[in-house]
């Protein structure tokens, strides 16, 4: 990973002497933080939207079915390929997952929630507007909800993701948008991430957060602050991140790795169309760490998963070696 941003550090040290117990609903200028990017990069022309920070969007994913009360006898839809942690959610509640990219296909399951992912992680697809429309129409008009991890949307490449927040013209009833701070200012081990959408869904999840101790610290939370409100960085690590995309495509294409989807976000899709643990041990030969697609799912099966937060140095050493 890269550096965190001097801005950003300087205002986590600013208030690291915070004795007191912070809001679990945030602060008032983090709230304020939170709405004004989501204003402008998710929702534009919208303040119908609730907020809530979150400790990094992880811890999220894993109990936000837990937190909605769901349990036996829900289906949970995750996309075929995708993050393991939200079957582990599913899971944790109890309920069933339900792997589909396709929604039509699920027949009469009784669906509480859809995971959305785009840009995906691991494959980088980027899920048009009308479809997002379509996902939030059908999950409407069954009482589903739907939740959009939207964490790589900064990352834009060869195709401009769209939050889901952006199709629902104002009305966010049972919609939610997971981010994240990690890719996008590097704050990984800061664990800052934020919810924004639906409000009585967001009262609703801070009401048991509360009781469960999920609270954001407060350095982070001033450290989120001077994150959001700083652009300049953002630009300065997706233009690191573009140089090293760059690099690493032409080295796998040029070593016979086909490249699939990867329009957006953090990572190559790559593929020999061969059996994935097969493709990371050729890779390891080589000393290059890559992820088995078996990782996220059956339909992964014949792909890896590279990303781009080496050092410029080590991504140069591994295109070499390729």
Not at 7 to 13: E, M, N, P
Not at 237 to 249: G, M, S
Request: aromatic residues 8%.
């Amino acid at each position: 990973m890269d550096s965190v941003p001097a801005i950003i550090r300087a205002a986590l040290a600013e208030a690291s002497d915070a004795p007191g117990y912070p809001l679990t609903a945030g602060f008032p200028a983090l709230r304020a933080a939170i709405a004004d990017w989501v204003g402008r990069w998710c929702a534009p022309g919208s303040g119908s939207f609730g907020v809530l920070p979150t400790i990094g969007s992880k811890e999220l994913v894993a109990w936000l079915p837990t937190l909605l009360g769901l349990g036996p006898g829900d289906t949970v839809v995750i996309p075929s390929v995708c993050y393991p942690t939200y079957e582990v959610g599913v899971q944790l509640a109890g309920a069933t997952v339900a792997r589909s990219d396709s929604l039509t296909a699920l027949g009469p399951a009784r669906v509480r929630m859809v995971w959305v992912n785009s840009p995906s992680n691991p494959t980088g697809r980027v899920l048009p507007e009308a479809h997002l429309r379509k996902i939030v129409a059908w999950a409407r008009e069954r009482g589903a909800i739907v939740v959009s991890d939207e964490c790589y949307l900064p990352l834009p490449w060869e195709s401009a993701p769209v939050s889901i927040l952006s199709v629902c013209d104002g009305v966010f009833d049972n919609v939610l948008a997971v981010h994240s701070l990690s890719k996008r200012s590097n704050l990984a081990g800061y664990r800052a991430g934020f919810l924004a959408g639906d409000p009585a869904l967001v009262e609703e999840i801070l009401a048991v957060r509360k009781h469960a101790g999920m609270i954001v610290p407060a350095p982070v939370q001033a450290a989120m602050i001077a994150a959001l409100g700083d652009e300049s960085h953002v630009d300065e690590q997706r233009e690191r991140y573009r140089r090293r995309r760059e690099i690493l495509r032409e080295a796998f294409e040029r070593a016979g790795f086909t490249v699939e989807h990867s329009e957006a976000g953090l990572y190559l899709w790559l593929t020999r169309d061969e059996d994935s643990w097969t493709t990371v041990d050729w890779l390891a030969e080589r000393g290059i760490l890559a992820a088995p697609g078996a990782f996220y799912g059956p339909a992964g099966e014949r792909h890896v998963r590279v990303a781009f937060t080496a050092t410029d140095e080590r991504v140069a050493a591994a295109a070499a070696r390729l």
